[in-house]
């Protein structure tokens, strides 16, 4: 290190000899020492040694930093919420925590309420995780329809009404009721608070003249959202959880006061948070047999394929997509089985979402639709194959896939009606394919993916677009009102949530809404899942049979993992 005078000054950096042999206190040779690091020109004083030690720490915290004994930080402060205020009617509160020892699995297990609390997680492309993932938990307002009739549950007191016309309708106008602002500095992701919920495939009947002949077995709402109280972002880069409440300011509140009252709970999540987790539930295996109970046997849906192809040659359609329900007793924990649909099927949406008892549980490989602004998304996904037993015969599955001209046929046709769709309500040449025909691989299929972009029209909304593109092609067919009739007439039960779609609509009217594919649910002591296939007019009955199987699979193994009690 050079000769040292006595008269320099010490600097913040401490470096430690290793270059040569040193004593220590003892004598003995080779000891580790610490020493000084010291500055070249005596007398001269570093400026970051000149400054202040408040001054010099001010410089290493970031803008809206406070001394607060380690609390997150609060973003709008008050002084800075009372002038927010006076913008709008909805203002979010946040403070952000470090959690690198936790992960969204264990921060949702600490919130959860048992009644309305959910989990969205995703994995682009099946191979990678997103950055963010949500946890809900309370509900402001509950909003049930089943057909016309429709409960709001907001306060302790729920309102019964008849709709005249659609019940999504009352979900829009209260959505629209929303000003919410924007607070500077608060980096906040794609969602923070909104309409957290599912659209069963029975509310197509609001948008389409479609017959309602069969039985219904789940007996849920067709439409089920909730207002989550507190949603938490969790970074699975920066490894941080962001708290979110939102302060709501009805006409002759004291906004001061409710600012105290989101941040007071805003408090009492961090603590929660903070506290160490539950005990891990002991998972014992179930050992009686899995009685599975299914809506149509093999030869009743092979019969199904075969009346569909009929109408195909007869020109009435050129796809129909048939499915039909498994059913089995639920005899594990709801939440162990949406670990283990995870581990085995990691896809771009799933959910884990507390309905007031029934739960739904999702790892969809496909959006029905997003609404960012003013741009659209519809990603259709059309043609499956099982994935290789080696990458050898991977790569043969996609080879085949690629050239199977009933697939691509099926694709293209798919891909044309998602462009229609958006054109419904896009602004006249806005509409693109951005990807076409890419292929996707998940745990046990790989699926050829398609992305159609466009602007949605001034004057439109997110209901606008969800009417318009709903159900997806992929899940009924085209033409799509030709098929659905098609469905109806040959599916043995209704479908509830299969087929529909699940996610959120936020306070300003974004959407991102996935279908509700490779979904369980867990309803009244039972687990219930579905699945379909695409039927054209070279569609062989037993294949067809072999691919709702197949997309079946993970969340068969899914619930064998849970019953053999793994962790």
Same mark, same amino acid.
């Not at 002038?83 to 006076?86: E, G, P, Q």
């Not at 402001?140 to 049930?144: L, P």
């Not at 059913?327 to 005899?331: K, M």
């Not at 040959?490 to 479908?495: G, T």
């Given at each position: 290190?050079?000769?040292r005078?006595?008269?320099?000054?010490?600097?913040?950096?401490w470096?430690?000899?290793?270059?040569?042999?040193?004593r220590?206190?003892?004598?003995?040779?080779g000891?580790?020492?610490w020493r000084i690091?010291?500055?070249?020109?005596?007398g001269?004083?570093p400026a970051?040694?000149?400054?202040?030690?408040g001054?010099?720490?001010?410089?290493l915290?970031?803008?809206?930093?406070r001394p607060?004994?380690?609390?997150?930080?609060l973003?709008?402060?008050?002084?800075?919420?009372a002038?927010?205020?006076?913008q709008?009617?909805l203002v979010?509160?946040?403070r952000e925590i470090?959690?690198?020892?936790?992960?969204p699995l264990?921060?949702f297990?600490?919130?959860d309420?048992?009644?309305?609390?959910f989990?969205?997680?995703?994995?682009e492309?099946?191979?990678k995780?997103?950055?963010y993932?949500?946890i809900?938990?309370?509900a402001?307002?509950?909003?049930?329809a089943r057909?016309?009739e429709?409960e709001w549950e907001e306060?302790?007191?729920t309102?019964r009404?008849?709709?005249e016309?659609?019940?999504?309708?009352?979900?829009?106008?209260?959505i629209e009721?929303?000003r919410?602002?924007l607070?500077?500095?608060?980096?906040?992701p794609?969602?923070?608070g909104?309409?957290?919920g599912?659209v069963?495939w029975?509310?197509v009947?609001f948008?389409?003249?479609?017959p309602?002949d069969n039985?219904d077995?789940?007996?849920?709402?067709d439409?089920w959202?909730h207002?989550p109280?507190?949603?938490?972002?969790f970074d699975?880069?920066?490894?941080?959880?962001s708290?979110?409440?939102?302060?709501?300011?009805?006409?002759?509140?004291?906004?001061?006061?409710?600012?105290?009252?989101?941040?007071?709970a805003?408090d009492?999540?961090?603590e929660?948070l903070?506290?160490p987790?539950?005990?891990?539930p002991r998972?014992?295996?179930?050992?009686?047999?899995?009685?599975?109970r299914t809506?149509?046997?093999?030869?009743?849906?092979?019969a199904?394929?075969?009346?569909a192809k009929? +109408?195909v040659?007869?020109?009435?359609?050129f796809?129909?997509?048939l499915?039909?329900?498994h059913?089995?007793?639920?005899?594990v924990?709801?939440?162990?089985?949406y670990r283990m649909?995870?581990?085995?099927?990691?896809?771009?949406y799933?959910?884990?979402?507390?309905?007031?008892g029934?739960?739904?549980i999702?790892?969809?490989?496909?959006i029905l639709?997003?609404l960012?602004g003013?741009?659209?998304?519809?990603?259709?996904?059309?043609?499956?194959?099982r994935?290789?037993?080696?990458?050898e015969?991977?790569?043969?599955m996609?080879?085949e896939l690629r050239?199977?001209p009933?697939e691509i046929a099926e694709?293209v046709?798919l891909?044309?009606?998602?462009?229609?769709?958006?054109?419904r309500?896009?602004?006249?040449?806005?509409?693109?394919?951005t990807?076409?025909?890419?292929?996707?691989?998940?745990?046990?299929?790989?699926h050829?993916?398609s992305?159609?972009q466009?602007?949605l029209r001034?004057?439109?909304?997110w209901?606008?677009?969800?009417?318009?593109t709903?159900?997806?092609?992929?899940?009924?067919?085209a033409?799509k009102?030709r098929a659905?009739?098609i469905?109806d007439e040959?599916?043995?039960?209704?479908?509830g949530p299969f087929?529909?779609c699940?996610?959120?609509?936020? +306070?300003s009217?974004?959407?991102d809404?996935?279908?509700?594919?490779?979904s369980?649910?867990v309803?009244q002591?039972e687990v219930?899942?579905?699945?379909?296939?695409?039927?054209?007019?070279?569609?062989?009955?037993?294949?067809?049979?072999?691919?709702?199987?197949?997309?079946a699979?993970?969340?068969i193994?899914?619930?064998?993992m849970?019953?053999e009690g793994?962790?």
């Open positions: 290190m050079g000769s005078s006595t008269s320099s000054t010490a600097s913040w950096g470096a430690t000899t290793t270059s040569a042999p040193s220590g206190a003892s004598g003995a040779p000891t580790r020492s690091r010291t500055t070249s020109e005596p001269r004083v970051h040694v000149a400054r202040p030690l001054a010099l720490l001010a410089t915290r970031p803008p809206g930093h607060d004994s380690g609390r997150a930080v973003r709008p402060q008050p002084d800075e919420f002038r927010l205020a006076t709008g009617n979010p509160v946040a470090l959690a690198d020892l936790e992960t264990s921060l297990r600490k919130l309420d048992g009644r309305t609390a989990l969205f997680e995703s994995v492309g099946g191979e995780w997103a950055r993932s949500f809900g938990t309370g402001r307002a509950i909003f049930r057909g016309a429709i306060g302790g007191e309102l009404m008849k709709a016309g659609d019940p999504m309708e009352v979900l829009r106008d209260r009721s929303y919410p602002v607070v500077p500095g608060q980096e906040l794609r969602f923070a909104g309409a957290v599912m069963g029975d509310w009947r948008v389409e003249t479609i309602d039985p077995e789940l007996g849920l709402p439409l959202f207002f109280e507190t949603v938490v972002v699975n880069i920066k490894h941080t959880a708290i979110v409440r939102h302060v709501h300011l009805e006409e002759g509140c004291d906004p001061a006061a409710r600012y105290a009252e989101e941040v007071e805003l009492r999540t961090v929660i903070r506290r987790g539950p005990p891990e998972h014992e295996p179930v050992r009686a047999p899995m009685a599975v809506s149509m046997s093999r030869d009743e849906y092979q199904a394929v075969k009346r009929d +109408y040659v007869a020109g009435d359609v796809q129909v997509v499915g039909f329900r059913t089995v007793p639920l005899q924990d709801p939440f162990n089985l649909l995870r581990h085995i099927n990691p896809s771009p799933l959910i884990y979402m507390q309905m007031e029934p739960v739904l999702s790892s969809s490989p496909e639709v997003r960012e003013d741009q659209i998304d519809v990603r259709p996904i059309a043609g499956t194959r994935r290789g037993r080696d990458p015969d991977d790569q043969f996609e080879r050239t199977d009933k694709h046709m891909v044309d009606l998602g462009r229609n769709d958006a054109g309500v896009a602004e006249i040449g806005s509409v693109e394919v990807e076409f025909a890419s292929i996707e691989r998940y745990s046990h299929v790989m050829m993916v992305n159609v466009g602007r001034p004057g439109l909304d209901l606008d677009l969800l009417r318009a709903f159900p997806a092609g992929t899940l009924s067919g033409p009102v659905m009739e469905i040959l599916e043995a039960v209704r479908r087929g529909g699940a996610g959120y609509i936020d +306070y009217g974004n959407a809404l996935a279908i509700t594919i490779r369980m649910l309803n002591g219930s899942l579905q699945a379909g296939a695409g039927v054209v007019a070279d569609s062989i009955p037993e294949l067809e049979f072999k691919e709702c199987n197949n997309k699979r993970a969340m193994q899914a619930i064998d849970a019953r793994q962790d």
